[in-house]
């Protein structure tokens, strides 16, 4: 897996200018927080005393009031994950789920490198909430730079108050789908690092025989603030249906590619132009690889996700890949679905054969060697593929490919009379996967 | 109670065995793989459906009992 090329750049919102109650609020970029500058700075986490029974329900509480969703891309609500693993039977265990798949994002990268001890204050208290014995973190096998600053926080915190409950570092394959969820599960339980078929959606993951919540890198950052500044803090950024700040990678035909922390509900035009777009914006393509297109026309929507659904877009892994308007969005798609068709799992049929057809039918259309029914093809296909694997993975491109077809309409029938557009042979505006792309494409 | 048809698709391997007892409910698409019709499944085709069940070599076609009718199941 390809390290985006825009993990060297931090920048932090004006909505937050230094503020200490956010994720990069003040934090000088590029530097790795060690414990010590990590407490000056936030002070010590809220953990609980040993036996107090009263402090779980109040930790939830919090998190509930926070409104506080899942920023790995399903957006759900974090208090609903943590009650249902604090009333499971039997051992417990949180996963962090630092694997960061999706390879037009780099803000997990950046959370686990710059502020690792925020995520693990997290996990802490998230084990201490749901009474978990272990602490699994999970960064991908070739993030080396990640993992070790996860490696070398974890050995600050041993033996000190800051661990009541131990925690390990592993390295699970970096393959796209490897962080789904049960699919990260199904690696630490020594399975393969595939997704799971879970027919009866709502039950819990389990390791062996022990329940497990399994939390994206930022959502746990999330919970550590929230536990440590209160919900009314986090509320007071973001909107009152996406409340809070959120991490956005800004890649693509912009300057100042890099991960951003926004408040929700900024505009997706401010988010942009804050990343100086390098030509006049046509598209952006938002949630990433799985995610969808969404037109320029749309740069006043607000970046949340009801806002975002309203005009086919999503927040997904928080990605914001901008296209200039010199640029081919048929052939932005053509490679990206070639890439996505590359890091199935390989088991499920409909995924297996239906993404490497999807990615002939657009590569046909990106280079104009079309015959004539190429787009009803892909339109079938698409249908085909949407919804018929076990995890989300042919549904996502679906889903790109759909958007790509109706934010570039006139493109698309332009490629599928035979005249591909001036800009098709140009490289791709996804710098941090190009080499990856490349090789599936030629 | 109403019965439904699962399709575990990690263990498809398009034998096809079910679109050929049970053509009424499922199709096949252009890889052989199987594309069932949501919702319940017709009483007077629960018979054929337990059959298709039975005889699927990979066990991947499962029917399931649904309390009540779920509009939008997956």
């Not at chain 1, 994950?81 to 962090?96: D, F, H, I």
């Not at chain 1, 800009?423 to 710098?431: M, N, T």
């Not at chain 2, 199709?27 to 199987?34: A, I, M, Q």
């Not at chain 2, 059959?51 to 991947?60: I, Q, S, V």
Request: proline share 7%; hydrophobic share 45%.
């Amino acid at each position: 897996m390809a390290t985006a090329t825009t993990d060297s750049t931090i920048t932090t919102d004006r909505a937050v200018p230094g503020d200490r109650s956010t994720l990069l609020g003040g934090w000088r970029a590029r530097h790795r927080a060690d414990l010590a500058s990590h407490l000056a700075h936030h002070g010590a986490p809220p953990l609980p005393r040993p036996g107090d029974h009263a402090w779980p329900p109040r930790l939830a509480a919090a998190v509930e009031a926070s409104g506080l969703t899942g920023r790995g891309g399903a957006s759900f609500p974090s208090v609903t994950k943590l009650r249902l693993l604090a009333s499971a039977p039997g051992r417990r265990t949180v996963v962090v789920n630092g694997m960061e798949g999706e390879p037009a994002s780099a803000k997990d990268k950046t959370l686990l490198r710059c502020a690792p001890h925020l995520v693990l204050d997290g996990a802490e208290l998230a084990a201490c909430a749901v009474g978990a014995s272990r602490i699994v973190v999970c960064v991908a096998d070739g993030d080396h730079h990640s993992a070790d600053a996860v490696v070398r926080a974890v050995a600050e915190r041993a033996g000190t108050a800051l661990a009541p409950v131990t925690v390990e570092v592993k390295r699970p394959p970096g393959r796209y789908v490897a962080g789904e969820e049960s699919a990260l599960v199904s690696w630490l339980d020594g399975g393969p690092a595939a997704p799971g078929w879970r027919p009866d959606k709502g039950h819990s993951l389990t390791i062996g025989r022990r329940a497990t919540l399994v939390h994206n890198t930022e959502t746990l950052a999330h919970l550590a603030l929230v536990a440590r500044y209160g919900p009314e803090s986090f509320r007071s950024r973001g909107v009152p249906d996406a409340p809070g700040t959120t991490l956005v990678t800004v890649t693509g035909a912009v300057e100042h590619a890099g991960v951003y922390e926004v408040a929700m509900g900024r505009s997706l035009g401010d988010i942009v132009h804050g990343a100086r777009p390098t030509d006049e914006v046509a598209a952006v393509l938002t949630g990433g690889f799985g995610g969808s297109w969404v037109p320029a026309a749309a740069l006043a929507t607000p970046y949340a996700p009801g806002p975002l659904a309203a005009v086919g877009g999503v927040v997904g892994a928080g990605v914001l890949v901008v296209l200039a308007r010199r640029a081919c969005g048929i052939a932005e798609t053509a490679r990206v679905a070639r890439y996505m068709a590359g890091e199935s799992a390989g088991q499920c049929g409909p995924c297996v054969f239906g993404l490497p057809a999807v990615a002939d039918d657009l590569g046909q259309l990106w280079r104009g060697t079309v015959d004539g029914g190429v787009l009803a093809r892909l339109e079938a296909r698409l249908t085909a593929v949407d919804g018929r694997g076990a995890c989300r993975h042919p549904d996502g491109v679906a889903r790109m490919a759909r958007s790509a077809l109706r934010v570039f309409t006139a493109d698309a029938a332009a490629h599928a009379s035979g005249r591909p557009c001036a800009f098709a042979r140009q490289p791709s505006v996804l710098p941090a996967t190009v080499g990856a792309i490349k090789a599936g494409t030629t | 109670m109403s019965t439904v048809i699962k399709v575990n698709p990690v263990a498809c391997t398009a034998y096809g065995y079910c679109a050929e007892l049970l053509p009424e409910l499922v199709t096949l698409d252009e890889w052989g793989y199987p594309i069932v019709e949501r919702g319940a499944v017709p009483p007077h085709l629960v018979e054929l459906a337990r059959r298709a069940a039975k005889d699927c070599p990979r066990r991947a076609f499962l029917l399931r009992q649904a309390a009540t009718e779920v509009g939008s199941s997956t």
